[in-house]
């Protein structure tokens, strides 16, 4: 992605932070898409049987190619609740992932392979529960990684577009750890669909994330016309 910064000076030794500290902080930036586009969007994703999350990450991976930061997969989430049987509150994710070396080349391949390893993983019944000191250690691990593009989805918001002094809405989370080198939190309300981005300052600096933000509103419809 020859037209995003990638300067020794800004990204010095990015898999060699040692220190975490509370100074550094997540950049976000919401991706709106049109009536048009989405419309667009969700018609050829339907007509290809792909979800839109695999369809985002196929087009994450693709601007993310021949970046450094592009890491070493790509990571889509997906809920779980419906194979554990849990419908209570709380994050009920699993998160499957597709190293590059063994990702098809082919654009629609490649989201089709998303979708695939995402709807194998989902359907295992099984719940580990991790020792607390064992998850900080590979919190530590993965810290400052940088590990690929993640994608995950937040759903609709049905039960609260309901509420009028509520204009607009978006999750995102604090990404300063820099686990994932930028994640694409997908939502819906009241019919707009919208991507958020979210990653630290460390991997992505304010100036990049705008550029980032405007490829990805660019390749979205444009793919459309190589599937």
Avoid at 25 to 47: D, G, P, R, V, Y
Wanted: hydrophobic fraction near 35%; charge should be positive.
């Amino acid at each position: 992605m020859s037209n995003i910064s990638n300067s020794n000076e800004s990204y010095k030794n990015i898999n060699n932070f040692t220190n975490y500290t509370t100074f550094q902080h997540t950049n976000f930036q919401k991706i709106i898409l049109s009536q048009k586009e989405q419309a667009e969007i969700s018609k050829k994703i339907k007509e290809l049987n792909i979800s839109f999350s695999s369809y985002v990450l196929a087009t994450l991976t693709d601007i993310l190619s021949k970046d450094f930061r592009k890491g070493k997969a790509g990571w889509l989430a997906h809920s779980r609740r419906k194979t554990l049987e849990d419908q209570s509150y709380g994050c009920k994710i699993g998160v499957a992932f597709l190293p590059h070396d063994q990702a098809p080349t082919c654009f629609l391949a490649l989201a089709q392979k998303y979708d695939q390893i995402a709807k194998e993983e989902s359907k295992n019944p099984s719940l580990d529960f991790e020792k607390m000191n064992i998850s900080i250690e590979k919190v530590k691990e993965t810290q400052n990684a940088c590990l690929g593009p993640c994608v995950t989805n937040s759903g609709s918001y049905k039960s609260i577009s309901e509420y009028d002094f509520i204009h607009n809405i978006a999750t995102c989370v604090d990404r300063r750890n820099a686990n994932y080198s930028i994640v694409a939190h997908l939502d819906r309300f009241r019919g707009r669909l919208s991507v958020n981005l979210s990653c630290s300052v460390k991997i992505f600096n304010r100036k990049d994330i705008l550029i980032l933000s405007k490829l990805i509103a660019t390749k979205l419809t444009d793919n459309l016309l190589i599937l």
